[in-house]
């Protein structure tokens, strides 16, 4: 068994949405709940690779957690939460400038204790090494969270999860979710091979190139098969990602978004995020309404949290009525 601390509270729930599949005259639709993680606050796929990595984190006696995202990262958010919980100091570095108005997950990461380093995205990589040096120095025994916690460790978070699905013994054809860092797509892609799930499993891009994506979740699941003991070699053919949503962007929230999220809202009460899930339930709904996915089969959407992000601006903006 892989060093894990528990941090979320499972398994998730697995709910249908009959009255989103009536409205889309579409297939049926479950959901998986992982925006009810619960334990870091607000939850969110984050909260089962930080098990695994923060783990590793104590293996190393680390005092001090260091990562690095966007400004309304959820990823960063529940990293302070983490830190919070368990004692320990934690650094993030943001891309973008320091806002006047802390919102959303911003608001959040400051509630939680964390200091901030602003940063471009472009000499990330050279401030995350600053700050870390730093902190060293300065004896903190920092330990560093890659972008997403998507490494080889925190992937074990969803290999897990797909175990955990499928002991909850819904028969579903294709499992959908917002993917971009790619942990979260190459732990379920193994947990699938792991555990016999027989189903597709279709990433929807939130940023990169699909074929970008292929590549790095292939090699993030052969990583991460080698950590359980197990090597298996992942091919990209065998990865199934879409980049047909990306628009105009990584965090620009447009129509397809912003209807996504209403129809989730006012059909089932389920709330969505303006960057991820919004984005992979309106390729969800594009894909019902062009009868790729269709009446008679079962698909279930990933839900991966991110909703302290409607709070956030820009989109605060764009949602109001
Ligand atoms: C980080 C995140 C994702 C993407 O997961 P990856 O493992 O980075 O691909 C999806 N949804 C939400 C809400 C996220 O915060």
């Known amino acids: 068994m892989m060093p894990r601390v528990r941090l979320a509270n499972l398994p998730t729930p697995v709910e249908t949405l009959p009255r989103l599949s009536a409205a889309l005259n579409g297939p049926v639709i479950s959901i998986k709940r992982d925006d009810l993680t619960g334990g870091l606050g607000f939850s969110g796929n984050k909260t089962r690779k930080l098990e695994f990595v923060y783990a590793e984190a104590l293996a190393n006696s680390a005092k001090t957690l260091i990562t690095v995202g966007s400004v309304q990262s959820n990823h960063c958010r529940q990293t302070a939460a983490l830190a919070a919980r368990f004692g320990l100091d934690c650094i993030l570095v943001l891309f973008g400038r320091d806002p006047d108005e802390k919102d959303g997950n911003l608001l959040l990461d400051s509630l939680f204790g964390a200091s901030v380093v602003w940063t471009g995205r472009e000499q990330y990589k050279e401030t995350l090494q600053q700050v870390f040096d730093q902190a060293w120095t300065d004896g903190k025994r920092p330990y560093l969270i890659p972008l997403g916690a998507s490494n080889a460790v925190g992937t074990l978070g969803y290999v897990y999860a797909m175990k955990e699905f499928i002991e909850q013994g819904l028969d579903v054809d294709t499992i959908i979710l917002a993917s971009s860092s790619c942990g979260t797509q190459a732990g379920l892609v193994l947990g699938?091979?792991?555990?016999?799930?027989?189903?597709?499993?279709?990433?929807?891009s939130i940023d990169h190139p699909a074929e970008k994506m292929r590549s790095?979740?292939?090699?993030?699941?052969?990583?991460?098969?080698?950590?359980?003991?197990?090597?298996?070699?992942?091919?990209?053919?065998?990865?199934?990602?879409?980049?047909?949503?990306?628009?105009?962007?990584?965090?620009?929230?447009?129509?397809?978004?912003?209807?996504?999220?209403?129809?989730?809202?006012?059909?089932?009460?389920?709330?969505?995020?303006?960057?991820?899930?919004?984005?992979?339930?309106?390729?969800?709904?594009?894909h019902i309404n062009?009868?790729?996915?269709?009446?008679?089969?079962?698909?279930?959407?990933?839900?991966?949290?991110?909703?302290?992000a409607l709070f956030a601006q820009p989109y605060q903006d764009i949602l109001q009525p």
């Open 192 to 204: 699938a091979r792991m555990f016999g799930f027989k189903g597709e499993i279709l990433g929807i």
């Open 216 to 286: 790095r979740i292939a090699a993030l699941a052969t990583e991460a098969s080698e950590r359980i003991g197990q090597k298996i070699i992942f091919d990209p053919d065998e990865v199934k990602v879409n980049d047909d949503f990306i628009g105009p962007g990584y965090a620009v929230m447009t129509d397809l978004e912003k209807n996504a999220i209403e129809l989730f809202a006012r059909k089932e009460a389920i709330l969505l995020d303006p960057v991820y899930t919004g984005r992979a339930a309106g390729g969800m709904i594009d």
């Open 290 to 308: 062009r009868k790729i996915l269709h009446q008679g089969q079962h698909i279930l959407f990933w839900h991966t949290g991110g909703v302290p």
